[in-house]
């Protein structure tokens, strides 16, 4: 316990430039106490004390701002910066060395029962305000971009941007959103506004034929 305690304290140092000494960082960083509470609620949660473990996440969200539910599965050194309105469901499973920042969601899209909320790989970065929606796998080393809405499986070493998310680079390439199978509805547009504007060049160049083919036939008629 005491060893998973000081792995805690050492997440916030290397990741945190601002963290001064010991002191404040355990008595002030909500994050931290986040995790700590939920170790204790995940512990009553996996002996079938559901209301007992949902009594101290509760207390948890209500003094740090950071809703994380009990059942949920956090590994190792798990860093949460500025956590306010951070939200971690039930069946939510982290790895090791990951970076939270403020206003993430790491939850379901709908009513399912059974696993419905991500994985996330270790050594993950997951930015301001990113919602990771759904049961699927994020993999190891990968960066969400602040804001992003992730809807299906990312694989490893990725950066993911936009709403939805999309792979801008794999494995230090960048990689060419036409080609990429998420679908983007901004491409989409203006796919379809090209269309039509294509359409409408050629309705014009149709018109402009027909209006010289009428001069001249009543030039030569005069």
């Known amino acids: 316990m005491f060893k998973k305690i000081r792995s805690d304290i ?9 963290a ?9 960083y909500s994050g931290l106490h986040a995790i700590w509470a939920h170790r204790i609620a995940h512990f009553f949660y996996k002996r079938e004390w559901f209301s007992v473990a949902r009594f101290i ?52 899209t709908g009513k399912e029962k059974g696993k419905r909320h991500p994985t996330i790989g270790n050594n993950v970065v997951i930015s301001s305000g990113a919602k990771v929606l759904g049961s699927f796998s994020v993999g190891d ?14 694989p490893s070493n990725s950066t993911v941007v936009g709403i939805p998310g999309r792979i801008v680079k794999q494995d230090g390439r960048r990689v060419d959103r036409l080609n990429q199978q998420l679908p983007d509805p901004v491409i989409d547009s203006l796919r379809s506004m090209q269309q039509e504007i294509e359409r409408l060049r050629e309705e014009v160049r149709t018109l402009q034929d027909s209006r010289k083919n009428e001069t001249s036939r009543d030039t030569i008629n005069k």
Request: glycine content about 14%.
């Open 141 to 154: 080393q990968c960066n969400i971009g602040a804001n992003s809405v992730v809807l299906k499986e990312v």
């Open 10 to 18: 050492q997440a916030v140092f290397e990741n945190d430039p601002a």
């Open 57 to 108: 996440s509760q207390i948890s969200r209500f003094m740090t701002g950071i809703e994380i539910h009990p059942g949920a599965t956090i590994g190792n050194r798990l860093f949460i910066d500025h956590g306010m309105g951070v939200v971690i469901g039930e069946t939510c499973e982290i790895g090791d060395d990951v970076v939270i920042y403020q206003g993430v969601t790491l939850g379901g």
């Open 20 to 28: 001064r000494g010991w002191f404040e960082v355990v008595f002030t």
